[in-house]
């Protein structure tokens, strides 16, 4: 009965939701009030998979819910910003019958890295991926070592973990599950013997705290490592990138499916990969996966094309206090070669918070940014002047460089004068002061991962 | 003007670097900064030969391994103090000089001794910006605290809060200045977003 109730209320205020356009975990919330234990008697499909990480999870689960659902499966899954406990009985209680069965094949969870182990308290996952642990978001997550310890209560007995084996740290997880599938990406001529970045997380080991020697680094601390002390490495993979060839924007899987990619990124391709396994776990085959992977156009906006003044541009959504998100930005703009100017701005730091905290600016490894082809550097937003800071300690020249604080002062000076193209770097909580002194191009770009 | 970034490849969580620099930068080019890591903490070394020495933070469990290779050289680092060397400790790494430390689970383990002030660690972290008063400048300093512990038995605090949270979450007294020792769980380049500080601190190496 209390079934029933919570599941007609979830469904109603859903439903009302939408007529008002309310958020997402509302919903879920009073059903939880009603029942607390709800979940806990939800009758699930075969599949339940979790995704959770630091970055990619909203990417890889959107490919994931595309691919399921182009081989006919119907799949429930939730969409960014409703990663926890009451917004995941939102997703779950709104698509049950009154007694509570999930209609669905496969239910789908983005979960927030932090809130997974009370999610979990009332349901496992069959398979649960973790796609990496990185700096991210430090003012709310404390670092990634406490992220870890954070998720690994989570961890259900029975469950299917699915892990990044390259990141040494998600690779310890292993220990704490009854089934572990490993995937990762074999050396590739991007990938380099010496670490490239501003700080090494990868640099000793993670559960004895002895040097690691790695083989190669794919990007931070992502690569073939192994303990001098302990022993810890790299897994042997069970879903393996073959060969990835950036500038074609192809991978091979397995040595026998290839995927073009819409969008050209490493970290992009772990996204492919994890999505890749899960589905090819729950019985979707190769090919199929392949293939709709393939046809597969990130949809979330985080490449837009616009025109400001004489030029044309390239907004690059990164996010504000993660280093890795800003590193893959900039370093795109570093391999695109051709002329250009970038503009940088740290506005408003969170879209959930306020605060002036800024140290992930020394994290990040803006010295990528001083190459020829790119003439000019605008810095923007409150934080300007501490952007402008961060990057005196760079090697980039400092008469390319120009500091306005005001965005549409910026937007004015940079739409003045001509440049090969306009790249904008910035966060989700400062994206619309810029893009609403801009005019929209029509998108030719799939998207970029984060 | 020898500068020593102890352990700067371990402790070193939030940007914190951008300190050392900056204190570089105000002392012009009569500063030379060495950079120390972890696999070098073996042997003779000696401290007192830098007039400054930066160790920032790190997460919990490599503060606990910085402790053990620190032990070692804990009266290596008492005799640089002893002799004039200033050293400053932001983030949990200054937790490490006191008496001793309280896990979560009711494990202590012994600290360096150099003060008096003991640390418990706690399953929650207590994140806010704070602004603060200190004696050596005329701004306010602002910063941001990262942490999971609670520091006790101060006498000598480094800031007077204004807004936000000291030694402990009912102090409103934060960090510990003992001679040339300067302690604050402040995270991050405070140096940068506090340029009297950085004057400060070439002053008081000049």
Known sequence: MRMFLAVLVCRFIHFMGGLFGRGSSLPGLVALKIYPSVLAHVKFPPAVVAVTGSNGKTSTVEMTAHVLKSVGKKVIYNREGSNQIAGAASLILSSCTLTGKVKGDVVLLETDERYAKHIFKYFSPTHYVITNLLRDQLTRNGHPEWVYDSILPSIPRGTTLVLNADDPLVSCFADAADKTVWFGMDRQPFSTEEHIGVYDDGKYCPKCKAPMEYEYYHFNHIGSYRCTGCGHKKAATDFTVTAADLEKAEIVINGEYNIKLAFSGIYNIYNILACFAVCSLIGVSGGDVAQNIGSYVLTNGRIQRYRLGVNEGMFLISKHENSVSYDSSLKYIAQSGADCAVIVIVDSVSRRYETGETSWLWDIDFELLNCDSVKRIYLSGKHAEELAVRLSFTDIPADRITVIPDIEKMTEAAGAEKYGMLYTVTCFSDKDKFLSKTEPLENVCGGVDR | ?206
């Open chain 2, 1 to 206: 003007m020898k500068l020593l970034h102890l352990l700067y490849d371990f402790c070193n969580l939030y940007g914190d670097y951008g300190n050392i620099l900056t204190l570089a930068r105000a002392l012009g080019e009569s500063a030379n900064i060495r950079r120390m890591p972890l696999t070098e903490l073996s042997g003779e070394l000696d401290f007192t030969q830098y007039g400054f020495i930066y160790i920032g933070s790190a997460t919990e469990k490599n503060q606990r391994t910085a402790l053990e290779f620190l032990r070692v050289y804990r009266d290596a680092l008492k005799a640089a103090l002893d002799n004039g060397t200033v050293i400053l400790a932001t983030g949990n790494s200054f937790e490490m000089f006191g008496k001793e430390l309280t896990e979560a689970s009711g494990e202590t383990v012994k600290g360096l001794g150099l003060f008096d002030f003991t640390v418990t660690r706690s399953d929650e972290r207590t994140v806010t910006d704070i602004h603060a008063v200190f004696s050596g400048t005329k701004a306010p300093i602002t910063g941001f605290i990262n942490r999971c512990s609670a520091i006790h038995g101060v006498d000598s605090p480094f800031f007077e809060i204004i807004d936000g949270i000291g030694n402990t979450p009912d102090d409103k007294r934060e960090g510990i200045i003992s001679g040339g020792f300067y302690g604050t769980h402040i995270i991050g380049p405070l140096l940068v977003r506090n340029p009297e500080l950085a004057q400060y601190f070439a002053e008081l190496l000049r």
